[in-house]
């Protein structure tokens, strides 16, 4: 009987500690979902940091091809003082192809800007409108660095007269 | 005769299945809290340990980035102070280039149906710059059909004069660039 007593008596002793040990197991769980939680909340701001670090590094390694992207614009689409002269040359095929004759073409050389110099062609035309519309067309499609100002189209008498000023750039 | 039972023992008699089914219980009851003790620590231990380590090379790393990033932000700081007006006359470029005459005269075209005549057309290769046109008609309602199509670009119509049966208008807009 007292083996018996004895025993039940160890039992409901370990029952108590193991009780409290699960009591203690869930609020130690609670405690460290919360310092889980911070934890998660660092993980995420990491995450958009990484983010944004990213999109820097994007915006880093652009900023590292300018250079190079501006240097092969420059080459590839601004003129050089030979290049102008077969701009002149294209001028003058382009108006002959459309029938079109300039009487007076006035050049004004502006000053060095950023490496640049601009060039500021004007000169009047006299057809019909679709002879103009083709060659402003013919111009427009050419890939180097000139382009028209500006237009001023009158009609007469069949005829169009049209004020033309083109810009034409020159590298440095 | 009625027998009369005595128990002559110091103790009282212990009930053994009832004793047993008690002692069974506690042990039960000892093994439940035991396991949930056991599977909450070691779940818990198994998370930690992957979180752990996850956030130990979270901080590693976000160390290594915040000098990669203050070190690319001083360097394009650097690079927009050296190349943002060389990019910017480039940018001015490219915009010009594209601004098309051909465009805008196709615009007109299908904005004056028949009937109407321009006398007098200027264009601007400007990005806020208006069309400047001076457009005639046989009647006044050719000249409204005109407005009407031109209404949803800014139209601003300077003067319409009536001259000998001839209606004669001075209007400016602005034309969108159909190669954007």
Known sequence: MKKNKLLVTVLLALLAVSAAGCLFSFAYVSWQELSRQNRLRAL?????????????????????????????????????????????????????????????IDLSFGASRNGMRKVLVKFSLEGSYRELKKFIFAMEAKAKMYFFGSLQLSASAGKVKGAFTMEVVLGE | MKKIPYNLARERKIDGRRFARTL??????????????????????????????????????????????????????????????????????????????????????????????????????APAARVQMTVSALAQNRLLQLYKKLLPYEL?????????????????????????
């Open chain 2, 24 to 125: 069974g219980v506690l042990l039960l009851a000892l093994a439940a809290f035991n396991a949930v003790t056991v599977f909450n620590l070691t779940r818990l231990q198994r998370r930690d340990r992957a979180e752990q380590t996850d956030s130990r090379s979270a901080v590693r790393l976000l160390k290594t980035l915040k000098e990669q990033t203050r070190s690319q932000q001083e360097q394009i700081v650097l690079m927009k102070k050296a190349w943002e007006r060389p990019l910017a006359a480039a940018n001015s470029l490219i915009e010009r280039k594209r601004f098309s005459f051909v465009a805008r005269l196709d615009f007109l075209e299908r904005a004056c149906g028949s009937g109407t005549l321009v006398r007098q057309l200027s264009i601007v290769n």
């Open chain 1, 44 to 104: 995420q701001d990491f995450e958009l940091q990484e983010k944004a670090a990213r999109a820097l590094n994007a915006e880093y390694r652009e900023w590292q091809k300018l250079p190079g992207a501006l240097r092969s614009f420059r080459r590839r689409h601004l003129l050089s003082m030979d290049e102008f002269a077969a701009f002149r040359r294209e001028l003058d095929a382009r108006l002959a192809a459309n029938g079109l004759r300039a009487p007076r």
């Open chain 2, 156 to 180: 601003a119509i300077a003067n319409e004069n009536q001259i000998a049966g001839d209606y004669l208008a001075r209007v400016s807009f602005r034309i969108p660039d159909e190669k954007k």
